[in-house]
T-cell receptor, first 118, second 114 residues
Framework: AQTVTQSQPEMSVQEAETVTLSCTYD???????LFWYKQPPSRQMILVIR??????QNATENRFSVNFQKAAKSFSLKISDSQLGDTAMYFC???????????????FGKGTKLSVKP | ETGVTQSPTHLIKTRGQQVTLRCSSQ?????VSWYQQALGQGPQFIFQ???????GRGNFPPRFSGLQFPNYSSELNVNALELDDSALYLC?????????????FGPGTRLTVL
């Protein structure tokens, strides 16, 4: 079974600085998807960035980028120029390509609570 | 374009009761997935519906059941509520069941079981 581990329950960063959130996962699959989701206090889960395992290039979305190390099964999220609005729970998630009728849904880590301080 | 909506926002029930939670999928989406998020935890997959049929189920007992309607909205039903069912229930809709289809989440329903 696949597992996702986030070893940092809480982190804080000063506004405008850079922070990196860690995630490791365990799978025997060769192809899969990895995601970072943000859940602000409003509770609505928002996709931040995603990576397909067969793509070697690390994904980037504006101030958000990932460091995907497939052999090490590591998928960290870097947030540059942190903003107050980045304050939220961040969840790392895994999904294997699904077959119709089989479970292929998101497997989440326990999350990292990020606080951005002014 | 209307996003994913869920109702009610909050709900309080007592142990042994039954509850129905509702989810309206985003326009153009035919797949709905349900997740349970206990306090301080990441969401856990309950089941998924694709075009009115169950398309996968997580490790939840049969007292968790669901439906998807022709307009692709969905219900989650929980019978014989237990204290441990207290959680935030999230639904997510997507344009298909394949992994490359992004899941868009609703704001959730907070269920408290007393």
């Amino acid at each position: 079974a696949q597992t996702v581990t986030q070893s940092q329950p809480e982190m804080s960063v000063q506004e405008a600085e850079t922070v990196t959130l860690s995630c490791t996962y365990d799978t025997s699959e060769s192809n899969y998807y990895l995601f970072w989701y943000k859940q602000p206090p409003s509770r609505q889960m928002i996709l931040v960035i995603r990576q397909e395992a067969y793509k070697q290039q690390n994904a980037t979305e504006n101030r958000f980028s990932v460091n995907f190390q497939k052999a090490a099964k590591s998928f960290s999220l870097k947030i540059s120029d942190s903003q107050l609005g980045d304050t939220a729970m961040y969840f790392c998630a895994f999904m294997k390509p699904s077959l119709r009728g089989s479970q292929g849904n998101l497997i989440f880590g326990k999350g990292t609570k990020l606080s951005v301080k002014p | 374009e209307t996003g994913v909506t869920q109702s009610p926002t909050h709900l309080i029930k007592t142990r042994g009761q039954q509850v129905t939670l509702r989810c309206s999928s985003q326009s153009g989406h035919n797949t709905v997935s349900w997740y349970q998020q206990a306090l301080g935890q990441g969401p856990q997959f309950i089941f998924q519906y694709y075009r009115e049929e169950e398309n996968g189920r997580g490790n939840f007992p049969p007292r968790f059941s669901g439906l998807q309607f022709p307009n692709y909205s969905s219900e989650l039903n929980v019978n014989a509520l237990e204290l441990d069912d207290s959680a935030l229930y999230l639904c997510a809709s997507s344009a298909g069941w394949a992994a490359y289809n992004e899941q868009f989440f609703g704001p959730g329903t907070r269920l408290t079981v007393l």
